[in-house]
């Protein structure tokens, strides 16, 4: 079993920064590649970045390709997503989740809002 708490969420005027954190307990963190979505309000959850268990290899959306960059500390058991030149666009619900095979996500965290002001 794995559990996570995203922080590190809040309001920013957009062209602005914030870094969230993805904070995980369990022993099986450090097997897994990790990923960001969001979800904006009455929109569907998307898909943001993830990154492969050693950290090797990253992936993003197009959408915050160039402005986001996730990395991960397996010894702290954390997984981070710095977000640079944020838009209002940006603005939604961040989730981290485990990638637990190529076609799942499992054990999402609660959640921390963005709010990206124009």
């Known amino acids: 079993q794995v559990q996570l708490v995203e922080s590190g969420g809040g309001l920013v005027q957009a062209g602005g920064s914030l870094r969230l954190s993805c904070a995980a307990s369990g022993r099986l963190f450090s097997n897994y590649a990790m990923g960001w979505f969001r979800q904006a309000p009455g929109k569907e959850r998307e898909f943001v970045a993830r990154?492969?268990?050693?950290?090797?290899?990253?992936v993003y959306a197009e959408s915050v390709k160039g402005r986001f960059t996730i990395s991960r500390d397996n010894a702290k058991k954390l997984v981070y997503l710095q977000m640079n030149t944020l838009k209002p666009e940006d603005t939604a619900v961040y989730y981290c989740a485990v990638r637990i095979s190529s076609l799942e996500y499992k054990y999402w965290g609660q959640g921390t809002q963005v709010t990206v002001s124009s």
């Open positions: 990154i492969t268990w050693s950290g090797g290899l990253t």
